[in-house]
Structure formats: structure tokens, C-alpha cells
T-cell receptor, first 114, second 111 residues
Framework: KQEVTQIPAALSVPEGENLVLNCSFT??????LQWFRQDPGKGLTSLLL?????REQTSGRLNASLDKSSGRSTLYIAASQPGDSATYLC?????????????FGSGTQLTVLP | NAGVTQTPKFRILKIGQSMTLQCTQD?????MYWYRQDPGMGLKLIYY???????DKGEVPNGYNVSRSTTEDFPLRLELAAPSQTSVYFC??????????FGDGTRLSIL
């Protein structure tokens, strides 16, 4: 069974700092990996999707990397801003070959202090 | 463009009551999903649908039922509410295996 772990559970940084969020998964035969953002009282917003054949994806100040062999992904946020404060979750498919059933980590709650 | 709309936003139920959580999307997505999120945890898939008339169980389907009579709507039904079903419920939709779009959730308490 696929299990996803995110460490740390919470992170507080001063504005302007570069930071890395970690995600690890137990079954490396994944179809893809996604990073989501969740604001308080809201649903999830997809940030980046990395296909299994890719090593990384970039969107603005965000860069996500994927190392299937070691079962790890990182989300790098450059020049953090208070507006980046949110919970960040990673998700991978429950089983290989299908992206329909996702299993989520419990998230990292990020606070960026002005 | 409303995206994924969930109603109600909040609800309190008594043990044993039943209710339907509504979800509708206006993006013509073929895939739809129901998740639950317990405090401090990630989301767990309850049921999903790959098209009208087709539904399948996710990781935690017990105590829930779904139907998909149209592309737009995917209601989730709780027949006999139990305290263990207190959670935040999220509906999502996607076009095939593309990133999922989420509603803002229904916060359900069962007392």
C-alpha cells in the first residue's frame, strides 16, 4: 500500500527566505506526483504535476523535483512571501498505472513572516 | 466560471440521520471524486466516477453511497450518520488524469 509522508509538519520562515518542503512515498512505481496548496477553509489548488518520466517542473518561484528511485520529491519555493503561507500537500496515485486514485500526505503548514 | 460548487458549506447532524452532500461542476469534466479530510491529515478518497453512470470505490467507501446520473453532478449520501464521519468533505473533478479541481468543502459534524 502506498504511503506518503511529509516532513516537517509545520515550518515558519522570515520573508525572502528560500525553502524546501519534503515528500516521501513508499511505492516508487508511480504514474505521477502532484503538489497542492490548501488555504484555510478552502479546497486544494494544484501547483505542479510531475510525470514519472520527468525529473522536475517549474512554475514561477516554485520548482518541484522527483526522484522515483529514492521515493522522494521536494518543492522549492524561492524568495518566500507572506502570501505563500498555506498548507502544502503532495499526492501520488494509490497504485501504479492509474492517476485517478490519489493518496495524500498530511501536509506541511508553512508560515512566512513579514 | 464557477468551477466545482459544493453545498452545504456547514452542517450538523445527529447520529443516525441521513443527508446528501451536493457537488456540481461546470467544466464538462468526465472524472469526479469525493474525499474526506480529518484534522491534521491528508485527504482520503471515498468514491470516484469516470463518467455518467459509472462509479467506483476509493480507499474509505464504507458508510457512503454515490450516484452519477449526469456529467455535472456527483452527490454523496450518508445513510446512517456516525460520529466517525465527522470530517471535511471535498469534491473534485478533472479531465481524464489531468490535475483535479477542488470545491471549498463541506464541514460536517455528527453529534
Amino acid at each position: 500500500k502506498q504511503e506518503v509522508t511529509q516532513i516537517p509538519a509545520a515550518l515558519s520562515v522570515p520573508e525572502g527566505e528560500n525553502l524546501v518542503l519534503n515528500c516521501s512515498f513508499t511505492d516508487s512505481a508511480i504514474y505521477n506526483l502532484q503538489w497542492f496548496r490548501q488555504d484555510p477553509g478552502k479546497g486544494l489548488t494544484s501547483l505542479l504535476l510531475i510525470q514519472s518520466s520527468q525529473r522536475e517542473q517549474t512554475s514561477g518561484r516554485l520548482n518541484a523535483s522527483l526522484d522515483k528511485s529514492s521515493g522522494r520529491s521536494t518543492l522549492y519555493i524561492a524568495a518566500s512571501q507572506p502570501g505563500d503561507s498555506a498548507t502544502y500537500l503532495c499526492a501520488v496515485p494509490l497504485s501504479s498505472g492509474s492517476a485517478r486514485q490519489l493518496t495524500f500526505g498530511s501536509g506541511t503548514q508553512l508560515t512566512v513572516l513579514p | 466560471n464557477a468551477g466545482v460548487t459544493q453545498t452545504p458549506k456547514f452542517r450538523i447532524l445527529k447520529i443516525g440521520q441521513s443527508m446528501t452532500l451536493q457537488c456540481t461542476q461546470d467544466m464538462n469534466h468526465n472524472y469526479m471524486y469525493w474525499y474526506r479530510q480529518d484534522p491534521g491529515m491528508g485527504l482520503k478518497l471515498i468514491y470516484y466516477s469516470v463518467g455518467a453512470g459509472i462509479t467506483d470505490k476509493g480507499e474509505v467507501p464504507n458508510g457512503y453511497n454515490v450516484s452519477r446520473s449526469t456529467t455535472e453532478d456527483f452527490p454523496l449520501r450518508l445513510e446512517l450518520a456516525a460520529p466517525s464521519q465527522t470530517s471535511v468533505y471535498f469534491c473534485a473533478s478533472s479531465y481524464l488524469d489531468q490535475p483535479q479541481h477542488f470545491g471549498d468543502g463541506t464541514r460536517l459534524s455528527i453529534l
